[in-house]
């Protein structure tokens, strides 16, 4: 692995993301329709939390797993906002972080995505896959 190699050769810029005021049965809508494990919520242009795979699936499948994707929606969105959902305990990546820094993170950690901000604005998001895909380029 190059040393300092830029974060932004392997993160993914075309992100889906949802706004704080948005329904939670989006985030059942993009699971179900684009292979991706992290959705981050937005307030703007704003990074404020992120919402994985199995943060959705802990709210959605206990006591409401038998329901048909309509019912499950009205449950969700009557029960819960995207705040209540979100990891509001964020840890990032600058532009300026290295593929190595991603790596010592993401390794360091029981997570899987790294949201990459200029400030407090997304601009992209690594995760584990995007890590092991560029090793196995190399």
Do not use: C
Request: hydrophobic share 40%; net charge negative; glycine share 8%.
């Amino acid at each position: 692995m190059k040393k300092n190699e830029p974060v932004s050769h392997i993160m993914t810029t075309d992100i889906i993301s949802v706004h704080d005021g948005e329904p939670v049965s989006k985030l059942r809508k993009i699971f179900e329709e684009h292979p991706i494990q992290h959705i981050p919520v937005v307030s703007g242009d704003k990074l404020i939390g992120i919402i994985s795979w199995n943060d959705f699936m802990r709210i959605s499948f206990g006591e409401f797993g038998n329901q048909d994707a309509k019912g499950l929606d009205e449950i969700l969105d009557h029960t819960y906002k995207i705040h209540d959902v979100m990891n509001k305990d964020l840890t990032t990546l600058s532009a300026g972080s290295t593929i190595r820094d991603a790596a010592r993170i993401l390794g360091a950690n029981s997570f899987h995505a790294l949201p990459v901000v200029d400030g407090e604005k997304l601009i992209g998001i690594v995760t584990s896959t995007d890590l092991i895909r560029y090793l196995a380029e190399l």
